[in-house]
């Protein structure tokens, strides 16, 4: 399973945006692999990858009284 450690970057810092995809990718890659070696295809995670990730990004924005703030101090 993927580790993954506390940004780098702070909250206001484009590196952050940077490192956040490329450790998304590699959680992402990493789950799809495992997914394929338990006999699920690529194709039927990859969908219900991108579905929970929609679902996620809409309890996000409607959540009510959402304050946007760094999950660490950096």
Known sequence: MT?????KYSAEDMGRWRECEAVSK??????????VAAGWR???IAHHLAEAAD????????????????????
Not at 3 to 7: D, E, L, P
Not at 27 to 34: E, G, L, Q, S
Request: proline share 3%; net charge positive.
């Open 55 to 74: 679902i996620y990004v809409i309890y996000l924005a409607t959540k009510p009284k959402r304050r946007l703030m760094a999950a660490n101090s950096n």
């Open 42 to 44: 690529e194709v039927e």
């Open 3 to 7: 580790n993954i450690g506390s940004a």
């Open 26 to 35: 590699v959680a992402v890659t990493d789950v799809v692999r495992r997914a």
